[in-house]
């Protein structure tokens, strides 16, 4: 598929924080980078705080679903994310074929967010997954399933985060861009700075003889826009790479759980 | 010249005809056939008793010879009576909530069954679209979407209060691959690096290690609660399922039970149905596909199956109750099967699969069952007594009944029981049920005895003739004159062997109907002659008579050597008769005697050889006992004698030949030649008096066929009991034979009548001295018997002294 911004696209980044792995960014990755035909590279990331804990004399963990103490060190931990990396590889290399994209995986040690940017080009799209900041991550849907239909992560709305700069107009194209390519509702999540007639100018840009619809929330209005979380979902919230540090959603960005797409 | 032999019988004695102008009517075509029974007024009797009595074990055993239409009769009756009878329920399997391995009965009106499983059939239909459309819904989703995000809250509500609590001490809460870690950090907020750490002092060691095991401990009762608040959202989500489920199929499940109100045992099953939806709801959610391995067993379609209703009874459109004939009794076909389907090499089963029995289908009215068919199939018979005695129809798997397999299946609720069985047998069966069976008398209380026969005399010929008619109707033949009737009325008394009687086998009469109607319409003619009768008489004794000719021809060519003129002392023609089945025909056979010095033994050779029967054995003992108590009073019999039926190579059985056998005896201690124009059969007592035989028209005309061979000279005769000449109906030939001089046929008493034919001496009578006259055959007799002790006593005595001297 021509995507429609595929020029502003030169690579697909998707950061995997091990152990928190993200199903949902790969999958979501996978499918942008099909779409753009713009090459994938995942970051497989072991944390490197959880390398130095297991070298600790008292490390210990705590099993997820029975609580139940043990002893952790560095052996067992690195067998443990090699295991979760060949599994990793391995579904890369497939949807490699599937989709005929070129993909590339990297192992590295660091903090997941770190590493994604200071890797990433000025022209990546890059995938946080949101697990990084979840005590319970990905666990209900399991690890990756080979062949996975990523459209099941394209039935809700994307977010976008748009206050009138440049780089949230970058932010407002990609997700107008993926709303007409997978049909999806573009949520404009409209900080303080964006005056509303700028917002309807965007709005009139998008194309509209699409069946999708965008809606417009001020994130002043956190009522509302906990409200249309809870009410729509979220499939990737999008938005430029230093405002990840930048907003601090609070509420809104615990309860919004969803790849996060940086550009 | 032909010496005379007493007094023979007339002709008309050895032939009771038919008079055909006592029949009023010309052809059978002017008769109404015979819609009642002919002579079965005992069995009738006993069938309507047992039909009408209540009680346990009132059950009818009807017996009776084959080919007298016991079956048409009871099934008559029967159906006339059940006529009147209401129709009996309807009864359906269903699933059985509370224990699914034994499905439930319901017992419904009759008709009520088929709509009710229409009505669960579209019900089943409509809840495989009504529970998924219901659980598609925005507000069950969100309530249910709530109920999750809120355990996730929760969950991470406590998880985040540890982490703020590790934040405060320090220390870093780590996701590690399969669970969670606490780190300590430095100072810039990095997890401690080892080295570092090895730095510290002790005491802050201690500190860090301490703070991170409280926050284990603590995170630790904190993951313990996580199965707890799983386990409560989930019985929330199937609270709200329950609820949602309830709404979706209450009116449907309503209309149902508007439309079967009246039947309470629907309704708590409806009941039941509603209830084990709503708790297996989600089986129902998604309508999915069979799988491809287990196709009966899987699926939205396989759980739904369990609110079919098998019908097992159905008396939809019925206006009585049944009766019901099974003529291959097995034991599933009587109490019913449990059938399986083979998925994969596996068997399996369900309520739906059950398979109603003929007790099912009959009960509520009768069944008819062949007793001897129940008999030979495997444990039909236990299967039958076990649902009567129980007054239950339990459907149970042989193969589990017996313990032959152990592995598990259905065991659906018993039906209650009530039916009439009227067991069909001849009376053979009866009699070895009743003696040797101890639950028999129990359940077959009532016994319908059919008879053969029925007497000959003005009121039972026109009810025969009507019976001739409705055959004659029945089988499409033509009408038969009066003539042919009477001619049949004849054979029936042939077939009885009792001139006084008319057999009532419908079997061989009809057999011979119709071959009399095949003859007619050779000749083409309109009606059935008397004629025609005896032609089918003829032609079918010519079908079997194979045998009987050969055997004829064999005395005839003197391969069997049987004397029909001249005298013989010790030897006489006894007569027997050969059953081949269907045909029957008599042969003489000789018998000689002799006898010796001897200790009064009787050496019966057919015994010896195994080739006699006990009858026979009987009737032999009983001969010798009447010769030592007639002769040998005051002496010892010491005499040996040995007596057999010569070119006998076949089990001889019966007493019949008794008398010949004794005459025989009397001649060979006489010395007194017997006739050999003369034949001999009936049975003696220990008086010498004659007593009644079988078959003895067949036995008559087989010495009559044997002598026409060497010619007729008026010596030829038959010497029968005084009491078998009621029974005679003996061939046209024979008659006219008799009627000729040609041949005669003789009835005697006692066996002194017997002798004093077969020898031409008078037996002699004892005077007031108890002496008898010497020129007789007793007499002669009891003077060899005196002469045999006499010299018995001298070799006695000679032998005692030879034995002293040495």
Known sequence: MNHPTARMVERVLVAINSPLRSDDALAAAVELASSFQAPLMALFVEDVNLARLSELPFAKELDRSSGVIRPLNPQSLDRALEAEARKLRKWLQDESKRRRISVSMQVVRGHCVGIAERMARSRDIVFVDYAVRRYFGNIATGSFLPGQDASRLWDKPVWVLYDGTKRTRRALALASSLGQTYRLDVVILAGEEADDNDIEEQKSKMPSNRKWECQVLRLSDQKSVIAAVRNRGCAALVLPREYEHKHDFGLIGSIMRCPRILV | ??????????????????????????????????????????????LNYGIHVKGHGCNIFALGPAGIRKHEIVTRILQGEASSRPVPSDWCYVWNFKHPHKPSVIEMPPGRGVRFCQHMEQLIEDLGTAIPSAFETEEYQTRVADLERDLIARRDEMLQQVDEEATRRRVRFLHTPSGFAFAPLDAGGEVIDPDHFSKLSDKKKKQIEADVKELQERLQKVIRQFPIWQKETREKIKEIDREIAHYAVEHLIGGVRKNHHDLPEVCRYLEDVEKDIVEHVREFRQQTEPQAFFPLRSGTAEALRRYKVNVIVDHNGEASAAVIYQDLPTYSNLVGRIEYQAQMGTLLTDFSLIQAGDLHRANGGYLVLDADRVLRQPFAWEGLKRALRSRLIRIEPLEKAYGLMNTSSLEPEPIPLDVKVVLVGDTRLYYLLNHYDPDFADLFGVIADFSEEVDRDGGSTMPFARLVARIAQEEELRPFDRKAVARVIEFSSRLAEDASKLSVNVRQISDLLRESDYTAGAREASQISSGDVQAAIDARIYRHDRIRERAYEAIGRELVKIDVAGETVGQINGLSVLDLGDFSFGLPSRITTTTRLGDGKFLDIQRETRLGGKIHSKGVLIMSNFLASTYAREYPLSMSASIVFEQSYGIVDGDSASLAELCALLSALSHLPIRQSVAVTGSVNQRGEVQAIGGVNQKIEGFFDVCSQAGLDGSHAVIIPASNVSHLMLREDVVAAVSEGRFNVHSVDDVNGAIELLTGVPAGD????????TDSVNGMAEKTLIELAVRRREFARNSSAGGEEA
Request: charged share 20%; proline share 7%.
């Open chain 2, 766 to 773: 004892r005077d007031d001295n108890g002496n008898l006259p």
């Open chain 2, 1 to 46: 010249m032909v010496m005379s032999l007493g007094n023979p019988l007339k002709p008309e004695a050895l032939y009771t005809p038919c008079d055909a102008g006592t029949l009023d009517f010309e052809t059978t075509a002017d008769l109404v056939g015979l819609d009642e029974v002919v002579g079965q007024s005992r069995a009738l009797s006993a």
